[in-house]
């Protein structure tokens, strides 16, 4: 670790201990604020009691009831200006504090990532951060130029957990292991007006391919109703020819994502491996991607037992095995057929549009290449069977 990198380290360490100061000094404020309003809120309260039982009982015989109920308007509107000047107070330092608890989220997730998921000296930018439920969802972009990534992760409001794996931001990953697989649900936990659709997958697993079958159908349904990713697990078991056609894909789908779904179609046809075949059908730009390649190669070194390609969301959803669907940072169960996966990727809508009633397959599709499909035609696949090490 060369000395800049320990100066920006260092520098990171005391702005998030800060951050974490002055968050715990907005606290104690809000919290004397309050007391504070309870406090004159209840002097208020007596000095209308006593004005009604004293005052006004002494000068009832001597005045008018008009004006007396004018005078006992007036201490009632001085108690609730004086109410609602604290509470505006309250109000304004409570958002102070929320301000302060988002920034020191930012600050813990932007160092765990360069930290533990990222290798050192690749850019990382936290370009938003909004509250949804209990947690923060921060957009970010890792790497530079055409090989940024952009991507959504999650953190706890407290700054602790990042789900949905989940990693503890408190410990190092490092020394804990490999990241467990995160429990697969039945549906998306979190709801949103955009889901937020990433499939991982080997380029040369059968059952990656199968899941591809059923996912595009679905996709090219919901149109631009949700964000769909095309990612891959970080290792590979089918040789050099996988990790090969995994940056492929990656660049393919960073460089000109409108002919992603069509090459893919052309690509499954052949186990023999059609890429530049199928780049010359579907009219992709071949200078655009070798340069993409090329540039991929350089920033990830990607080899068959770390892809780094999508590094980050690996670790994060603790992804092992090829198909992966991953809706909304939910760790998704579903059937292969493009039915039963319109349905899984709906359950991440905060409200389902008609284009979820779509008439899809509910027919599994088959397993692999299609030339592999024919040859085994009329054997059984198991529907969760995958590609992985475990």
Request: glycine share 0%; net charge positive; hydrophobic share 30%.
């Given at each position: 670790m060369d000395e800049e990198q320990k100066i920006a380290e260092a520098k990171i360490e005391a702005k998030l201990e800060e951050a974490k100061v002055e968050a715990k000094l907005e606290e104690a404020v809000v919290e004397a604020k309050l007391e504070e309003a309870k406090i004159e809120a209840k002097l208020a309260e007596a000095k209308i009691e006593a004005k009604n039982g004293s005052v006004f009982a002494k000068r009832f015989t001597h005045c008018k009831s008009r004006l007396c109920k004018i005078e006992t308007r007036t201490w009632v509107a001085a108690a609730i200006l004086i109410l609602i000047a604290v509470s505006y107070g309250y109000v304004?330092?409570?958002?102070?504090?929320a301000e302060k608890e988002k920034e020191t989220v930012k600050i813990t997730v932007e160092k765990f990532i360069k930290d533990n998921l990222i290798q050192p000296g690749t850019e990382l930018v936290i370009k938003d951060i909004t509250k949804e439920g209990a947690l923060y969802k921060l957009a970010i972009t890792v790497g530079s130029g055409e090989n940024a990534q952009d991507a959504p992760v999650y953190a706890t409001a407290d700054g602790k957990l990042f789900p949905s794996a989940p990693l503890d931001m408190t410990k190092d990953p490092k020394a804990e292991g490999k990241t467990a697989q995160a429990p697969e649900k039945a549906e998306a936990e979190n709801k949103t007006d955009v889901p937020t659709v990433d499939l991982f997958v080997m380029s040369y697993c059968p059952y990656g391919l199968q899941m591809e079958r059923g996912v595009l159908p679905a996709v090219e349904a919901l149109g631009n109703k949700i964000k769909f990713n095309l990612k891959f697990v970080d290792y590979t078991l089918h040789g050099p020819k996988e990790l090969?056609?995994?940056?492929?894909?990656?660049?393919?789908?960073k460089t000109q994502p409108a002919k992603l779904d069509a090459y893919l179609k052309c690509f499954w046809k052949d186990s023999k491996g059609a890429a530049a075949a199928c780049m010359k059908t579907v009219g992709i730009n071949v200078a655009t991607v070798t340069t993409c390649v090329a540039a991929t190669n350089k920033q990830f070194s990607p080899t068959e037992k770390a892809v780094g390609l999508d590094a980050v969301e690996n670790k994060q959803f603790g992804v092992q095995g090829s198909p992966t669907l991953v809706i909304n940072g939910t760790t998704v169960a579903s059937g292969r057929d493009s039915a039963s996966v319109l349905k899984a990727i709906c359950s991440g809508f905060t409200t389902a549009p008609k284009e979820c009633?779509?008439?899809l397959s509910a027919t599994p599709p088959g397993a692999g290449f299609d030339d592999e499909i024919a040859k085994s035609a009329g054997s059984a696949t198991a529907p969760a069977a995958s590609c992985a090490t475990n």
């Open positions: 304004f330092l409570t958002k102070k504090s090969t056609e995994n940056v492929n894909q990656y660049c393919i789908s009633q779509a008439a």
